[in-house]
DNA sequence: CTGTGTAAAAATATCGATAATATAAAAAAA
DNA sequence: TTTTTTTATATTATCGATATTTTTACACAG
C-alpha cells in the first residue's frame, strides 16, 4: 500500500468515494464554480474529480434529491438553476418554517438547550471577530448557531424540511457575502434573534428572523440583479 | 433482437432501469410488501428485480433522497421506519404546508384553475361510487382531486415540500384504507374542502383540509396501535 | 469473561460492453 | 440561395460482471 491518501479520504471526513464526491460536487455547485444551468457531464467530472462513473452517478442522484441537480431521463444531470423567483419563494419558505421551528423550540427548551444556545452564540461571535480571516470558519459556526436555537423542535420532519431550504439558500447567501451589505449589521441581528429567545418570547422572536432572512434576500437581490445584467445566470 | 420487452419497458411508463426499479420498489414500500425498517441487500433485490446492481443502487440513492429508504455509510440501505410519533408529526407538518399552500392557491386561482378543480372533483365522485371495484383508479383521483386544489398556488418550493410529505404519508394512508374507517364520510370531507374553496373562504377550507388530514390520521393511528401490539413494525 | 485474529459476508468501486440520443453534414425540394 | 429532411457519425448514458475494501461473526487464546 504506498497510495494511501489516494484511496482513503479524498477529502475531509468522507468515508466513501460516493460520500466524497457528493460533498465536492455539492459545495462547488453552492460556490459557483458549477455554473447554474449548466450540464453536468459525467466522464468530465469521471476527469475532474479521478473517480469511476458509478459513485459519481450515486452522488448526482442524491443531489437530485435534495434539488441541487435536476436528472433528465436519458438526457443527463444538470446543475439546478437560480433565479431572484426562486430566492423569494426560498426565503419566504424558510421564514414560515424557521419560525415555526422556533415557536416550538422556544416551548419545548430546557436549561440544556439554553447553555448550548449561549455557546453556540459565543462561539460565532468569536468568528465574527475574525471575520475576514476565515469565511469557511464563520459559515461553520453560523450554520451551528442557527442550528443550536432550532435544536429543541421535537419535529424531525419539521428539520428535515427546514435543513433543505437552509442548504439551498447557501447558494443565495453566497452571493450575499460577496456584496457589502451595505449598512448591515449581522452581529446585531444574530445577537436580537438570541435575546428573544432566550426571553422566551416567541412573537420577537419570529420577527427577528424573519427580518434575519429578509435582509439576506434583499442583500442577495441587488448583488443578483447587477450580475444578471451582463451574464444570465439562470438558463 | 428476440426479448425485446425485457429490455423496454419492465414496467408501465419508465424508460429506464432505474427509473423503473425505483418505481417497484417505491410502491412496495409503500404497500407495505417491504417491511419498514428491514435491510435492503442489494443482491437479494437483485434476485427480485432481476436487474444490475448500479441501478439498484441509484434507485435507492434516490429514494434515500425522499426519505422511503435510509442510507448508513458502509452498512448499505434499509427501509425507513413507521411510527405512531413519525405519522402524528408527518400530519401536523401536512397541516400546515397543504394550509397554506391552499389559501395561496385560492388567492391566485383563476377561472381556468376553478374548471379543472370542479372537474377533478367529478372524476373522484365517480370513482368514490365504484369504491371498491378500483382501489388503485380511486387513489389516482385522489392524488389529481388534492393537487388540483393547489395548482395555483405559485410556490413551487411550497408545492414541493408539500408533495414529499404528501408521497411519505401514503404508507400511512394504505394502513388506514385497511380499517373500517368507522363513521367516516371522506366523500362529504371532499366536497366541504372543494364547496369552501370555491367560496373563496381561505379559513374554512383550511379548517376542513385539517380536519380531512387529522380524521386519516387518527384512523391510521388505530389500526397502527392494534397492529404493533402482535408486530412491533418500528425498529 | 474479555480481547484478538481470522474467515465469511456484504457493501462499494471500477471497467468494459451495449444502447440511446444528439449533432453534423449532405442531399433534395422550395 | 435557403430551408427542410434524411442519414451517418460521434457523444453520452446505461448496465451488468468483476475486483476491492470494509464490516461482522465466530472461534480461540489469554
Known amino acids: 500500500m504506498s497510495n494511501d ?43 475532474d474529480y479521478k473517480i469511476g462513473a458509478s459513485p459519481l452517478r450515486e452522488a448526482l442522484n442524491r443531489l437530485a434529491g435534495e434539488g441541487f441537480v435536476t436528472v ?10 437560480v433565479s431572484p423567483d426562486d430566492l423569494r419563494d426560498l426565503s419566504s419558505m424558510r421564514v414560515m418554517l424557521e419560525c415555526e421551528a422556533l415557536r416550538e ?26 471575520f475576514g480571516k476565515d469565511l469557511a470558519e464563520w459559515e461553520q459556526r453560523n ?25 439551498q439558500h447557501k447558494r443565495y447567501r453566497f452571493i450575499a457575502i460577496l456584496s457589502q451589505q451595505a449598512g448591515r449589521d449581522v452581529h446585531r441581528e444574530h445577537r436580537e434573534i438570541l435575546e428573544a429567545t432566550l426571553a422566551r418570547d ?12 429578509q435582509y439576506t434576500m434583499e442583500s442577495s437581490i441587488r448583488v443578483f440583479a447587477e450580475l444578471e445584467k451582463d451574464t444570465p445566470i439562470a438558463v
Open 143 to 167: 450554520d451551528e448557531f442557527h442550528e443550536a436555537l432550532l435544536a429543541a423542535c421535537p419535529s424531525s420532519w419539521l428539520l428535515r424540511l427546514r435543513h433543505v431550504l437552509y442548504e
Open 5 to 47: 491518501n489516494s484511496k482513503r479520504r479524498l477529502t475531509t471526513n468522507a468515508r466513501t468515494l460516493v460520500e466524497s464526491s457528493y460533498n465536492r460536487i455539492r459545495s462547488d455547485i453552492i460556490g459557483g464554480k458549477l455554473a447554474p444551468g449548466s450540464k453536468l457531464r459525467i466522464d468530465e467530472l469521471r476527469g
Open 202 to 213: 416567541v412573537k420577537a422572536a419570529c420577527k427577528a428572523t424573519e427580518l434575519h432572512i
Open 105 to 130: 423550540s422556544i416551548r419545548n427548551g430546557g436549561d440544556e438547550w439554553e447553555a448550548n444556545l449561549v455557546a453556540a452564540h459565543h462561539r460565532l461571535q468569536k468568528a465574527e471577530q475574525s
Open 72 to 81: 433528465e431521463e436519458q438526457r443527463g444531470f444538470s446543475v439546478a438553476p
